[in-house]
């Protein structure tokens, strides 16, 4: 079962499915139990309400969905809108694509504002349709928080400032999908009305959860939404939320327990503390790819994802080459670079439970492979620009301290 | 995190979700990997081959999709069908209740043909429906093969001879969620147009993966359904399958190795003696229940259930109470009755990854509940009936001859 | 690598190693670290603290020893007695016999006692011979407080009683493999010497540390004792508790975990109510084996064990047989009669993390493999008996109240 | 219980106990068994005859005892050697110091041969030793293959050859705990009559097993040795081989498990791959200590060890200092520098299942921490000197090309 084994670890730098820390890989080694027996709705219970805590909200209500992100990207849009609803959508990469692909499957309008590959959301086009908008055709705004596909992240309060300028009424849905855990994400403050997010990001556990988190208004949208649905609708939830058992349907007891051991990790490091942990790696990712003569897939430093880092090559060599050499050659898992990029950009996740040592691990292995391809990097520059800024901005490990 | 902790083990006998074999624990305990290397469609293009193996079909094309049995549900029906298709659907019990539920809310003209709880369905009014649709506006029969929630086994082989005697072209969409892997299945033979089941039954994996099998009539209907989905597309996954990369959204890579090494058990045990075994477990389990003087929920004998026994308690008793005190006292977890039966029937699941002895200590452990509730049963008396069957029909392990 | 797999799960009755709780596996499932680190005597010094109280010491010093029953007992024996010390010993199974056979090749000069085998320790012998030791030639009592391959407990506080009548002072050296952490032990109360257990009986880990403790007594004595001795030798433990790193050689990591988890298990149940289970479990078996009209090997009352029960055949059987068939044909694991008493009994142990249902479940199985061998048994006469015993004092559990 | 978390994985970087690989923690993830079952005798069947593989041998005798390197010492000496015998034991470091502290309060009559700490073995003084004992009063050479204090690895063949010149009958006893299955060892070529190793170093498994290998001379000897034993009898075990049943006492069924795993992975990688990937490590560590302008302990090329290196720091720097920071900083364990060399060297273990991109991460944290104690290193430079190295020779993976 392990037959491409390769001696040591796995060094996983793709941006999801990321490393998941071993207290939850323990905590999910177990048979399976009763989730009706008085054990699960107790510890859901309390999964519910600390969940809240890393989308920042006191007033949004969680679902813990047996899903993916895709599965969570349709209940986000199916609770809240109905079809032929006008919808803005913002495509700056593959996976904002694939969700403006949803969309319009599901039927709705989408009015897709378009930016390279490499830029964020074109927030301009945004004020302008805003303003233009007096009878508010436009019921949502549907934006990617942070595109894995180019490492670009989005200015959400920004996007909030507009709508509140414009006191336009449409709802905020955002994926989260590569932020929530690991950048600065705050649903009440900004104003999200849904947000969502998966479990095998940067919350660290296995693929199965789609984790969306509705605001008091997306609640109430979602009660006169026409959009079919069943095994994505929000009220089957809030009616066993109401009876105390919490599942509509069989949930995996296993990451129940992981998700519990997951946000005890989060908790003891702190959430803000994790957020850092996350700026420091990004910070050194790009130091580094710098100091290779590289450039960042993303156009310009206030888009910088702290979670992901594609980067671009020269035309002469092959991104995708690097992939495969890293895996085959170093036990490296790195990210293809995706649809328009394909061939041109090799992406570095770092989001997740990872620490600096492991990312320098993971950089030293990038220069051998650059220089495998034929790209003339200086073997150590990478490193040692991402090592000077390092040991200068990590902090001792508190419960060590 | 283990706060509800018993000595010894849990024993858990409802039915669903059920124990794990110690091999696939294992087998799932690991870091996350890529998904986009090598080795996990490799191991997909295994895992597709032999899952069509539990279904027993040759032709048909399986998915196994990130969601539990009720998103299974509603990927069987939104492929095949459109709004508005008349649906012939049999409520028996609980599940069939949900099932026919979603069929509303998905829109479809369900035409519902219900039973007393405790019956399998009533194939005689499916004659009569089917010799009365000269038109075909009938364009699935939707049918529980073991319905859950009263131990019913329904005769697919019936239901089969009646559509070719009406040279019926409708869909034949069987839910084997407590059956496939356990009970006698066969999905070419019986022509069954999509079966599916969910991991954490007889498969006896965690939750988490729903496995739904489509014939070519299946696929072909998927082409022209009108039906809105996006998750549960097949398309997406057939377009997949073309690549070779299997995967539309991220699967779990724990569940993949658990199914692997999980379907390497049955193998090795042989499915139909898995069969056979869960037909043993079936009959030891009646025969206690007839011992100890009660009813079984099942009124025909060519109904019962080998995967599942609902007992029915006296009126005086509260079986909500046995329920709970198996629990409390004894570490044994059992089914509730639901619904129409809450109350009346409790719940005995033996299927999956389950031997003969496990159920003694089960059977040992409600004959002493028996008696904590009152009813005046004889201790030793289930268990001495089932040891008088079994001891005379339990095979030698064959790996220890 | 599991070529011997079977359905199910093993029903593990040999009378150890026993069943690993499935939260000790769990703390066990991790990477190994460094055990110079912080973290390690950290845990180590809670470790000492709290498995003294195992042995209901407070003035014991407990050592932690990575080896195997067998090396407990060298360790008792070499660091309080030198070479040709004379110590009486109990001969009244095969265990006693090992250890004699150890004390005999250690060069000391062994006054062995001998029993019939199921009978206990002949302690009027005993009395005589302190009496008649008035220059205290003898410098150790050597007892079984358990005898494994018979089932006989003897009785500790008589042991005590008499070498108080007498003040004598030879040490008293137990072995509690088979009893400590299941059956009522002090070793304050007794004054016992050394007493040691290995960690995959009632502990319930897997086997790798023998724990011995020493009473201030023994401490001393080992400061003067002239056997030869490096890897058992306590002094290189105490030099190492000084410095407050406390490993003299490398230990088991996950064995440490393993152990911190399975002390928080026993004192969540309650060290009290763990020996109330077993009082419980033994009983149940005992009357099984009355109602199946078979003999306990043990000859008297006041020697019953509540963790092992070995029962005596039929001349006419061969009770390796039952203990083949067992495991090949009900994954039943029993013990085998050792020795003297090899063919003539077959032994079920009931000891460590276990509960009533799972030994229901084992004699449901032996009655099964009674029959198969020919013996006239009343199938479900055993398990009657024992429920209509344990239905009347199994507590509610008390977590879940 | 993980009160000491930090972030991210662990670096391990001990020399012992080193990372365990997932397949192995994962086979090492059960329940305990019956080791008298048929089960356990037949695994254990092929691991003695695997086994001898590691050590290159077709003719010596494995024992597998539960114990560690201390007891797999104290077992090859009192198996082999009688109180009294004259042995010529080379001190060269911590670890062979206790050897010798072992042998001398075993009762040997120990002719130590001294070197400065950082030099091999003098084998110029054990020639001298040789020519000059014409009567043989010289019963067995003990030599530490690797220091694993210093990183010093002595020349086996050299030793036999001295032997075999001067027709010297003393048997060749070698603690190969740091070199087997990592460094170049060759039992029956060099004439090794003792050698043994432990479970937690080049294996990768837990602390647990003391590995002893036994040429038929050793055996021989081990007839008329008067050393007092019992626990560490080899005979103990050569009954129980002629029995099949292969254990005088209980072996822990998860390191069996995990013996069998880890015996798998290294054949699967391939014995000389695994020893030259080692080779590898080794010399891509040495090339960063240059690079830092720092000395290895070791003071000639002809002792580099390739599983550990020592590095000396200058001595305004306190090495503890280092340790200390790498795991409350970085999570980095590294070695401390013990006895002689305390506060003068650091260790690097660079042995077991590890692979290229760990150590450059260890190396890349290694650089922070001397800039964090003062050390005016060029953040890079080790890094950078390491890879140039290891970019020209790092093969690709078997089994994945």
Redesign the interface.
């Known amino acids: ?12 730098f ?1 941006p ?8 939850v ?15 699960i709705p ?2 859901t219970k309390t999964l519910l309400e600390d969940v809240k805590k890393i989308f920042k909200t006191t007033t949004g209500t969680p679902f813990l969905i ?6 969570a990207w ?1 209940s986000a849009l199916t609770n809240t809108l109905s ?1 032929g609803d006008r919808i803005v959508s913002f495509l700056i990469g593959q996976f904002s694509l694939l969700w403006i ?2 969309q319009q ?3 709705f309008n989408v009015d897709a504002v378009e930016s390279d590959w490499g830029q964020g959301a074109n927030l301009d086009i945004l004020a302008e349709k805003l303003a233009a908008d007096h009878t508010h055709t436009i019921k949502a705004i549907c934006i990617v928080h942070n595109e894995t596909a180019t490492g670009v992240t989005n200015n959400l309060a920004t996007v909030r400032k507009l709508l509140d300028h414009y006191r336009h009424p449409a709802l905020l849905l955002v994926d989260g999908v590569s932020s929530i855990c690991a950048l600065d994400f705050r649903m009440d403050e900004w104003g999200v009305d849904v947000a969502l997010t ?1 479990s ?1 990001k940067a919350l660290s556990l ?3 959860i789609g984790i969306v988190c509705a605001s008091p208004n997306a609640l109430e949208a979602s009660k006169s939404s026409k ?7 929000w009220n089957d939830y809030l009616k066993f939320y109401k009876l105390g058992t919490f599942w ?8 129940l ?1 992981g998700l ?2 997951a946000l005890d ?1 989060i908790f ?2 702190g959430l803000d503390n ?1 957020i850092a ?1 996350h700026s420091r790696l990004g910070k050194a990712t790009r130091l580094a790819v710098e100091a290779w003569g590289l450039k960042n897939c993303t156009q310009k430093e206030e888009w910088y994802s702290d979670t992901v880092t594609a980067v671009l090559v020269p035309p002469y060599i092959d991104s995708t080459e690097i992939v495969r050499r890293a ?7 790195l990210g ?1 670079g995706l649809n328009k990029v394909a061939g041109k950009v090799f992406r570095i996740g770092h989001l997740g ?10 950089l ?2 990038v ?2 492979i650059l ?2 391809v034929g790209y003339p990097v ?4 990478g ?6 800024y ?2 200068n901005n ?4 508190p ?3």
């Open positions: 079962m392990d037959y491409v084994y390769g001696p040591g670890r796995n060094h996983l793709v999801g499915p990321v490393n998941i820390p071993e207290p890989i323990r905590a999910m080694n177990r048979n399976n139990e009763d989730y009706r027996s008085p054990a107790a510890m047996p899903t993916t992100g895709t599965g349709e079809p692909d949803q499957r599901l039927n998966g095998q296995p693929t199965g959009s079919v649905r069943v095994f994505f609708d509509p349907y069989t949930p995996s007891i296993q990451l327990y519990r051991a990790l003891e490091e994790v942990r895996w085959k050659r170093y036990n490296l898992s293809l439970n990872l620490n600096e040592l492991q990312l320098l691990g993971c030293a292995g220069e051998m220089k495998d200086k073997l150590g520059s490193v040692a620009a991402a090592c000077a390092l040991q990590i902090p001792m490990i419960s060590r301290i």
